[in-house]
T-cell receptor, first 111, second 113 residues
Framework: AQSVTQLDSHVSVSEGTPVLLRCNYSSSYSPSLFWYVQHPNKGLQLLLKYTSAATLVKGINGFEAEFKKSETSFHLTKPSAHMSDAAEYFCAAGGNNRLAFGKGNQVVVIP | SQTIHQWPATLVQPVGSPLSLECTVEGTSNPNLYWYRQAAGRGLQLLFYSVGIGQISSEVPQNLSASRPQDRQFILSSKKLLLSDSGFYLC????????????FGPGTRLTVL
C-alpha cells in the first residue's frame, strides 16, 4: 500500500517570495506522483504529474516539482508567490487504480 | 474534450432523510469513476470506485452506497443521513489503462442538520 505525507498543514508566504510544499511518499515501487490544487468550495485541479519520465516536472501557473527517489520526495515549488496561489494543495501517489492523498497544505499568501 | 458534472452543488438535508448525488462524465467511454468525501480538516477519503457498469468497490464501510447504472453515470446514495455524513463530496474519473491521473468534478457541499 502507498502512503503520502505532507508536513506543515498551514503555510504562510509573502507575496513575491518562494513557495515550498513538501511531500514524501512510501511505496514498494516507483509510483506516479501528482500535485493538485483546490480553491475554496471547488474541485481539485491537476497542477502537475510525474510518471517516470523527467524528474523535474513543470506544471501550470509557474509551479514545478522534483522527483527524488533517494529521498522518496516530490516537493512542490514556485519562485514567486501570487495572491491567487492561496488555496489548498494535495500531493498524491498513484497505483492499483487509485490515488493515495496526503492531508494537504493550506497556503495563505500575505500581501 | 471531457467534462464532469456533479449536482446538486449544495444540499442541506435533515438527519434521517435520504440522499442522492449524481455525477456524469462527457466525452469519454468506460471511465473509472470515484467518489471521495472531504470532511472538515480530514483530507480526502475514497468512498467508492467503479471500473464498469454495475461494478462497485467500497473502500470504507459506512452509511452510504453507490451505483453505476450507465457507463458515464455514478450515483451516491443513502437511505438515512447521519450528522457525520456532512462534507464536500467529489466525483472523479480516470481513463482506464492510461495511467493514474484522475480528473475531478466541481463537488457537492452536503450539510446534514
Amino acid at each position: 500500500a502507498q502512503s503520502v505525507t505532507q508536513l506543515d498543514s498551514h503555510v504562510s508566504v509573502s507575496e513575491g517570495t518562494p513557495v515550498l510544499l513538501r511531500c514524501n511518499y512510501s511505496s514498494s515501487y516507483s509510483p506516479s506522483l501528482f500535485w493538485y490544487v483546490q480553491h475554496p468550495n471547488k474541485g481539485l485541479q491537476l497542477l502537475l504529474k510525474y510518471t517516470s519520465a523527467a524528474t523535474l516536472v513543470k506544471g501550470i501557473n509557474g509551479f514545478e516539482a522534483e522527483f527524488k527517489k533517494s529521498e522518496t520526495s516530490f516537493h512542490l515549488t514556485k519562485p514567486s508567490a501570487h495572491m491567487s496561489d492561496a488555496a489548498e494543495y494535495f500531493c498524491a501517489a498513484g497505483g492499483n487504480n487509485r490515488l493515495a492523498f496526503g492531508k494537504g497544505n493550506q497556503v495563505v499568501v500575505i500581501p | 474534450s471531457q467534462t464532469i458534472h456533479q449536482w446538486p452543488a449544495t444540499l442541506v438535508q435533515p438527519v434521517g432523510s435520504p440522499l442522492s448525488l449524481e455525477c456524469t462524465v462527457e466525452g469519454t467511454s468506460n471511465p473509472n469513476l470515484y467518489w471521495y468525501r472531504q470532511a472538515a480538516g480530514r483530507g480526502l477519503q475514497l468512498l467508492f470506485y467503479s471500473v464498469g457498469i454495475g461494478q462497485i468497490s467500497s473502500e470504507v464501510p459506512q452509511n452510504l452506497s453507490a451505483s453505476r447504472p450507465q457507463d458515464r453515470q455514478f450515483i451516491l446514495s443513502s437511505k438515512k443521513l447521519l450528522l457525520s455524513d456532512s462534507g464536500f463530496y467529489l466525483c472523479a474519473w480516470r481513463v482506464a489503462g492510461t495511467g493514474d491521473t484522475q480528473y475531478f468534478g466541481p463537488g457537492t457541499r452536503l450539510t446534514v442538520l
